[in-house]
């Protein structure tokens, strides 16, 4: 019925292409448009001005030679003034389109290392875009934005990237768990030699107050009991400490066998002994 009163519609978002007797004619518009057919006019055909989207996925190599999958994701519409040259000039936009992604990409590609290709997508995807940019628009389309949406290398290539990382992952761990085990080792090492100064001082200490102790014996026995000297009070508390000592090594349960020279003469011997080294430990002074 449109046709017969030469009417045509023409969809939202799309212009259609007009042609009399075979020539370009004009570009309808969205709406009711009047086409007289009696005068050769008809509609050549329908153009879309929708955002449309193309994913090409390329493959090629890098500059370290690992052949890779490059995914570029296309953004690109017909331009409503240029409808036209988008409608008469490409027999198939998508397939152009294409062609110049494959050659910009395996322009580029291959002047970088594989880790540079993950690193500068957004400058492949620029470079796509400004050269489809200025290709395209002699054909009437505008291209709204170019995407690398994915790389894919080999998949051996993959595996050997992964193993790469958990190995070095591996070292880094190792050289924190070492760092751990020096820095345990070293305050270990510090507790250890505070310990045995704590201990070489209360040891220090003990001696002393023995020494201090026995000073005090010494002079407060001579001086009550008349007619001694500092020799045989001295004499009397090595017997003393000699008895003690034999009472507590005959009492622990866990001693081992302990021979010791034990008579009348032995405790003489012993302090003479004990008199002998203080001697020469002073004449050695």
Avoid at 176 to 204: F, H, N, P
Wanted: aromatic share 6%.
């Amino acid at each position: 019925m449109g046709q017969l009163l030469c009417c045509v519609q023409v969809d939202q978002a799309t212009v259609a292409i007009s042609e009399q007797f075979g020539k370009f004619d004009a570009v309808l518009q969205p709406g009711c448009n009047c086409v007289p057919w009696v005068t050769g006019k008809r509609i050549a055909g329908h153009l879309s001005l929708r955002l449309q989207q193309l994913d090409v996925k390329c493959e090629t190599k890098t500059k370290d030679n690992v052949f890779v999958n490059v995914i570029a994701s296309v953004q690109y519409r017909a331009m409503t003034n240029k409808a036209s040259d988008a409608f008469y000039k490409l027999t198939n936009t998508r397939t152009q389109i294409q062609a110049y992604v494959f050659d910009v990409i395996r322009a580029t590609v291959p002047k970088l290392n594989l880790d540079d290709v993950f690193e500068q997508k957004s400058e492949i995807a620029k470079a796509v875009e400004d050269e489809l940019e200025k290709a395209m628009s002699a054909y009437g389309y505008e291209i709204v934005q170019t995407l690398i949406v994915d790389i894919e290398p080999d998949e051996h290539v993959k595996r050997a990237m992964n193993e790469i990382n958990a190995a070095a992952r591996l070292r880094m761990a190792a050289n924190e768990k070492a760092e751990a085990e020096k820095i345990i080792q070293i305050k270990r090492a510090e507790g250890e030699a505070e310990a045995k100064y704590l201990s070489g001082l209360g040891i220090a200490r003990q001696r002393q107050a023995i020494v201090d102790g026995l000073r005090d014996s010494v002079l407060g026995f001579s001086g009550n009991v008349p007619g001694t000297s500092p020799k045989d009070v001295m004499d009397m508390v090595l017997i003393t400490q000699y008895f003690d000592t034999m009472k507590e090594i005959g009492a622990s349960n866990k001693s081992s066998a302990v021979f010791v020279p034990h008579g009348p003469g032995a405790v003489h011997d012993i302090a003479q002994q004990m008199r002998d080294g203080i001697l020469q430990a002073s004449l050695s002074k």
